[in-house]
């Protein structure tokens, strides 16, 4: 599926323009009624009594900025299934970015590892009788989706293999449907935060800004959580809209949620900054592609990397410039 591309920094001018120039084609706009009535007036017969048509003014939205929510649900079609009596995979949508696992055994603890080449993804699988939906993060390729049953501790034996290939429909695709790090659904309040904040976004651009700003300014670092929060933790994203509050995964994954429910890609980076385990987002605005390390965490706040792009529309090279050097960001996994 191809994406619409969106003109950045489109002046609110333009797209008035834009937009009337396309209402004016459309058939009845702007006519009176006045006119209308006289003429079926004078040309009823002489004698007879007057008929009246309700006509109704033709509804043309005002509003010439396109509305962007558009919120993808992932789906375990059965089209192309794998699995045994414990493991189900859904594999019919990977073109989409993202395959479903499910788990009917009677293991309490249940890892899935989804890997490409040396890179492992690991996953806990919390659902039963249900699946559950994780990225192919990495591109077009082979993936291997492994499903393991806890036996021990940390040991576990595999219950399930199986390779699928994986060719994206476009490279965005992963990047915009809900997931089990960046879980959110058309009735999530977190959609309908940044459906708010979207609107008054000029373009793709203000949208992050405005998202980037409401999260920074309503929310607080959680140093409770941080310092008790175990392993397997996942984001409850209306939660944490609710309560305000929360660490920089909870941070990240509320970001990633409204950017992605208004159709512009955007991931959840994870990975490290010298020896400091680090965390950042990733959007891509069209007509400068990919900018990454663009809203960041330093292991204490989070800032904007170049606070002055969304006013001057910078490019590529000041973004670098601001940002550093590339080479001290070192990606490990993305989500």
Request: charged share 20%.
């Amino acid at each position: 599926m191809k994406r619409k591309r969106w003109i950045p920094l489109l002046s609110a001018a333009a797209a008035l323009t834009l937009g009337t120039g396309a209402c004016a084609a459309a058939p009845g706009a702007g006519q009176v009624k006045e006119p209308v009535e006289s003429q079926m007036e004078s040309e009823s017969p002489p004698g007879t009594e007057k008929v009246l048509t309700n006509i109704d003014d033709n509804r043309v939205s005002l509003d010439s900025k396109p509305q962007k929510n558009l919120v993808r649900v992932p789906k375990a079609s059965g089209t192309v299934t794998y699995g045994n009596d414990a493991v189900s995979v859904d594999a019919s949508n990977v073109r989409n970015g993202y395959v479903m696992v499910k788990y009917m055994g009677s293991i309490k603890k249940i890892k899935v590892q989804i890997s490409k080449g040396d890179l492992t993804y690991t996953y806990d699988l919390n659902a039963r009788d249900a699946y559950e939906v994780f990225p192919l993060s990495e591109g077009n390729g082979t993936y291997k989706v492994k499903v393991f049953e806890n036996v021990n501790g940390n040991q576990y034996s595999q219950a399930f293999s199986q390779e699928v290939q994986v060719s994206l429909a476009d490279q965005f695709e992963p990047f915009l449907y809900p997931n089990q790090y960046v879980n959110f659904s058309k009735e999530s309040t977190a959609v309908q935060k940044g459906a708010q904040l979207a609107a008054g976004a000029e373009d793709d651009l203000g949208i992050v800004d405005a998202v980037y700003d409401y999260v920074i300014n309503n929310l607080t670092y959680d140093k409770v959580k941080a310092e008790t929060v175990e392993s397997g933790y996942l984001p409850d994203v209306d939660k944490v809209l609710a309560e305000g509050k929360g660490i920089c995964f909870d941070y990240a994954a509320l970001m990633v949620s409204m950017l992605r429910s208004q159709d512009i890609p955007a991931k959840l980076v994870v990975g490290y900054t010298g020896d400091a385990y680090h965390a950042w987002v990733n959007v891509y605005i069209d007509g400068v592609g990919w900018i990454d390390n663009y809203i960041y965490f330093d292991g204490t706040n989070w800032s904007l990397a170049d606070p002055t792009f969304a006013s001057t529309g910078g490019q590529s090279d000041s973004i670098k410039q601001y940002i550093g050097d590339g080479a001290n960001y070192q990606q490990k996994y993305c989500y």
